[in-house]
């Protein structure tokens, strides 16, 4: 019998295909797979769970990468599911791989990160678990949340005509880690280690933090609850816009215009993606590992949504039949392609969201 190849499928057709039409067991169980974070009915409270696993040499690379940047990176990007659920994160558990290359020093300072993360965003770490790997590192962490059940925003609830807007800017990370990526080829993997040639960074120290320290948008969370303004579906950015868009307008039954000349871009990746021959509007869509919010809310909250600071109103979405589309700065029209991270993808270059 042929067997048939995971990256025929990618990560998302994956976990369809292994998980559609799983029965839920539990009536405490309101939302399986198939969102940012599940959700769970524990009586007057409502519990969501997300859960990411990073690998070393697939998720991130510790040639450039510091270890208490990475426990910090991997911390956030937990909590970031649960804010996409209009959540709060309370709990993380941390469960690691270490091969024997890595000092009790080492994984003090990965540490370190996860526990910075915690402080700043008051979760608690509350367990985990150690194994030996024989594949370098292995981080995995789960991270519980709670809301009510009237706030959660899930990825199905576009309707047409809700405005699409994203917060801060996109591509960014993925140029910084661009400009990592081209130092480490350069300099060769010892001189990156010990930190030489510091000057090709300079100036462009925001990109670099972008990939290595990302931040969970708590703030447009809070911001767009005294607005009084409930989004319809909510998701965040981590394998890039055209992937999520396409998510949401697939669990939505809907289609989308998205407006090139909406997309929010920092000057100082434009620069580094004119240096490196790369269209920025492409690594905008399809970088990956922003961890902005992206997010669809009624059209009559539109006065609401203008005095918010760091949020942009970049598209609409539309009935089915429109398809998902990208607005060229001249009016043409082209179909949206989620070309950003696939898990299982051969010879892939970019890191990976979630």
């Not at 426990?71 to 649960?82: E, M, Q, R, T, W």
């Not at 526990?115 to 700043?120: D, F, H, K, N, Y």
């Not at 993925?174 to 010990?194: F, I, K, S, T, V």
Request: with cysteine; charged share 20%.
């Amino acid at each position: 019998m042929a067997k048939t190849p995971i990256a025929t499928l990618g990560e998302f057709g994956l976990i369809r295909h292994l998980t559609e039409n799983l029965p839920t067991q539990q009536p405490s169980t309101l939302k399986g797979v198939g969102d940012d974070a599940a959700v769970m009915n524990f009586g007057n409270v409502r519990v969501l769970m997300t859960t990411d696993l990073l690998l070393e040499g697939i998720h991130f690379n510790l040639e450039y990468v510091p270890l208490k940047h990475l426990g910090y990176k991997a911390a956030v990007v937990n909590f970031s599911d649960i804010y996409a659920m209009n959540g709060t994160p309370t709990q993380i558990t941390v469960s690691l791989g270490v091969s024997a290359r890595f000092s009790v020093e080492d994984l003090e300072e990965l540490y370190a990160g996860v526990r910075l993360a915690c402080e700043r965003y008051g979760v608690d770490l509350v367990g985990g678990d150690t194994s030996a790997s024989m594949t370098g590192l292995t981080i995995s962490i789960t991270c519980l949340g709670t809301a009510k059940e009237k706030d959660i925003v899930y990825r199905n609830g576009a309707k047409e005509h809700d405005l699409i807007c994203v917060t801060g800017n996109l591509g960014t990370a993925y140029m910084g880690l661009q400009l990592l990526e081209r130092e480490r080829m350069a300099l060769g993997d010892r001189q990156m280690q010990q930190g030489e040639n510091v000057k090709a960074f300079e100036g462009r120290e925001y990109l670099l933090e972008r990939q290595l320290k990302p931040e969970a948008r708590r703030d447009i969370i809070e911001a767009l609850r005294k607005a009084g303004i409930k989004p319809t579906a909510m998701m965040d950015i981590s394998d890039g816009l055209s992937s999520e868009i396409l998510h949401i307008c697939h669990q939505s039954n809907c289609g989308c215009a998205v407006y090139e000349d909406k997309l929010p871009i920092d000057y100082q990746a434009a620069v580094v993606a004119e240096e490196m021959n790369l269209n920025i509007v492409t690594c905008a869509l399809n970088g990956g590992e922003d961890y902005e919010l992206l997010f669809t809310c009624d059209i009559n909250d539109y006065e609401k949504l203008v005095p918010l600071d760091d949020v942009y109103i970049v598209g609409h979405i539309t009935k089915p039949e429109y398809g998902t589309n990208l607005i060229g700065r001249n009016g043409e029209e082209m179909a949206l392609q989620a070309q950003g991270w696939q898990a299982f993808k051969q010879n892939q270059n970019t890191q990976p969201g979630r």
